[in-house]
């Protein structure tokens, strides 16, 4: 009997070692989790048998569970490196099967995918055509991929226009005129873009008529395209009226810069006549150019950003986490990898920083939780109940060979 404890001894101090050692192994692995070795007595059962006088029959591995307590987060200058701040797992598709990892190593394949080095996508929810509000997106997570061709260009159809119109202008009586200066007042000038994205040289006269009435005309290319002037009227106060501000331009066949159709509206909302001179204050449109893409950025939410040279961004998508209630019943696959379990239970799958997961860290990742000083601790008393063990068996071995040699 002795034998059997000091062997089962034996065993269980090789375990300690092997998962020592398979944690000191791992402690430069990204998003590792290390585990713990735990042990149960044994006893030996019989019906009758008198409890005050067992004696137990050594020790057994009873499991060896993961420590899923949060790794140091080590800064990279990699954007496409991440980082899971609290609880969850980036999802991954692997052929068809879906694993589960804290690696965040991730790099574009050549068809503009995110996959880790083993060449697992990346899940996440993907934006619609027409997304640019990280709230709407949602749906079924698929593989996350970025847009790495050029970023589309957008026709000005909206100008903002807010200025002050000199309340003592003199008024002109003479026919507005884009050649004769002395047909306007003031005027202002701004870029617009076509459907090609090419920019269009625009400016915006400013005539007065008559005592808090102006007309303003508007060219595109030294060509005026407004059919008739639009009338901003003034009250005693300087302020515009509020009811008509805006000045509809539609393009038809004949000018050739912008499609047959298209509209164009300035909005002179907030505009005034007061003493001061002519002024600017905000002068805005909503087209531009086509862009290259300079730059991918992941927030705090995992929300995915191409970002172009022309200052525009796209919402790609976001980065989807899976909590499970029982992390320790995950199936180690190894290369970073967990697969689902009964134990486990099934993935809540959620944005970052929504349903208990963590948020999301770009151009960092999550180092192994292994403390290496524990470890050597560890190793270090595994060692030495090994050799206690050994002694057992020696000691058993004296004491039979004692009774073998009784004559």
């Known amino acids: 009997m002795p034998f059997n404890i000091g062997l089962s001894g034996l065993n269980s101090a090789q375990a300690d070692l092997d998962v020592t050692g398979n944690n000191i192994s791992n402690s430069g692995t990204t998003g ?28 057994r591995l009873l499991a060896v569970t993961q420590q899923f307590t949060q790794g140091q987060t080590e800064f990279t200058e990699n954007g496409l490196d991440l ?10 598709n692997d052929g068809g099967n879906t694993l589960y990892s804290r690696a965040g190593e991730f790099q574009v394949d050549r068809e503009g995918f995110l996959v880790n080095s083993q060449g697992q996508n990346l899940q996440g929810y993907i934006a619609e055509d027409g997304d640019t509000d990280p709230a709407d997106l949602g749906g079924t997570p698929g593989n996350l991929q970025l847009q790495t061709g050029e970023g589309a260009p957008q026709v000005t159809s909206d100008i903002e226009a807010r200025l002050n119109l000199q309340s003592d202008a003199p008024v002109i009586d003479d026919a507005f005129e ?48 407004n059919e008739e002037p639009k009338e901003l009227v003034f009250d005693a106060n300087g302020e515009l009226d509020i009811d008509d501000t805006g000045l509809t331009i539609e393009f038809d066949a004949d000018h050739e810069i912008f499609e047959e159709g298209h509209e164009i509206t300035i909005d002179f909302a907030g505009s005034t006549q007061y003493g001061s001179d002519f002024g600017v204050t905000d002068l805005n449109q909503d087209g531009f150019a086509p862009g290259t893409l300079t730059d991918i950025d992941i927030d705090s939410e995992g929300v995915v950003f191409a970002r172009f040279s022309n200052g525009q961004s ?35 799958v959620n944005a970052p920083g929504a349903g208990g997961t963590g948020q999301i860290q770009a151009g960092a990742l999550e180092a192994s939780n292994v403390d290496i000083a524990q470890e050597l601790v560890n190793l270090i008393t595994a060692q030495r109940n090994f050799q206690a063990n050994s002694q057992t068996i020696s000691t058993a071995d004296t004491v039979t060979q004692t009774i073998i040699n009784i004559r």
């Open 178 to 225: 884009i050649d004769d200066p002395e047909s306007y007042n003031f005027s202002t000038s701004l870029t617009v873009f076509n459907g090609q994205g090419e920019a269009q040289d625009a400016e915006i006269f400013f005539t007065k008529t008559d005592n808090n009435e102006w007309d303003a005309n508007v060219a595109i290319n030294g060509e005026v395209v």
């Open 83 to 92: 980082a899971i701040d609290g609880e969850g797992f980036f999802q991954l």
């Open 32 to 59: 590792f989790k290390q585990s713990r070795a735990e042990f149960g007595d044994v006893y030996a059962q019989s019906f009758g048998g008198t409890a005050q006088t067992a004696t137990g029959a050594g020790s």
């Open 314 to 348: 796209d919402v790609l998508g976001q980065v989807v986490l899976a909590n499970f209630d029982n992390p320790q019943g995950l199936e180690q696959l190894g290369n970073n990898n967990w697969a689902e379990t009964f134990a486990s239970g099934g993935p809540t």
